[in-house]
C-alpha cells in the first residue's frame, strides 16, 4: 500500500492550498483517512478525518471553517483544501489511512503518505 502526498507549497498568509492524496494498493471501504501535519519541534497533530464510506468529517479547532477534507472513491483519493492560511499552519503535511479507536490519535493508522511541506509566509 501505498499514499502519495502532494499539493504543499509555499502561500502568503490568507492564500489557500489543496492536497491530495493518492493511495493504491488495496481498498479503503472500510477506513478512515485522515490528514495530520507536524510543525518543527513539535508532535504530529490531527487536522482532519474522514470516512471512505461517508459520513460527516472531524476537524481540529484550530482549522474548522478553514479547511475542508473531501474524498473521490473513485480516484482512491482525498484532499485537503486549506483557505485563510496563516504562519501557524506551516508545518510537514502527511495524509494517513486506518481504522481509528480516536480518529485525532496518529498511532491507530496503518498507512502513512511522506508528507508534503507547507509554508505560510506573513
Known amino acids: 500500500v501505498q499514499l502519495q502526498a502532494s499539493g504543499g507549497g509555499l502561500v502568503q498568509a490568507g492564500g489557500s492550498l489543496k492536497l491530495s492524496c493518492a493511495a493504491s494498493?488495496?481498498?479503503?471501504?472500510?477506513?478512515?483517512m485522515a490528514w495530520f501535519r507536524q510543525a518543527p519541534g513539535k508532535e504530529r497533530e490531527f487536522v482532519a478525518a474522514?470516512?471512505?464510506?461517508?459520513?460527516?468529517?472531524n476537524y481540529a479547532d484550530s482549522v474548522k471553517g478553514r479547511f475542508t477534507i473531501s474524498r473521490d472513491n473513485a480516484k482512491n483519493t482525498w484532499y485537503l483544501q486549506m483557505n485563510s492560511l496563516k504562519p501557524e499552519d506551516t508545518a510537514v503535511y502527511y495524509c494517513a489511512a486506518g481504522t481509528p479507536v480516536v480518529v485525532g490519535t496518529p498511532r491507530y493508522y496503518n498507512y502513512w503518505g511522506q508528507g508534503t511541506q507547507v509554508t505560510v509566509s506573513s
Open positions: 494498493g488495496r481498498t479503503f471501504s472500510m477506513y478512515t
Open positions: 474522514i470516512r471512505w464510506s461517508g459520513g460527516g468529517a
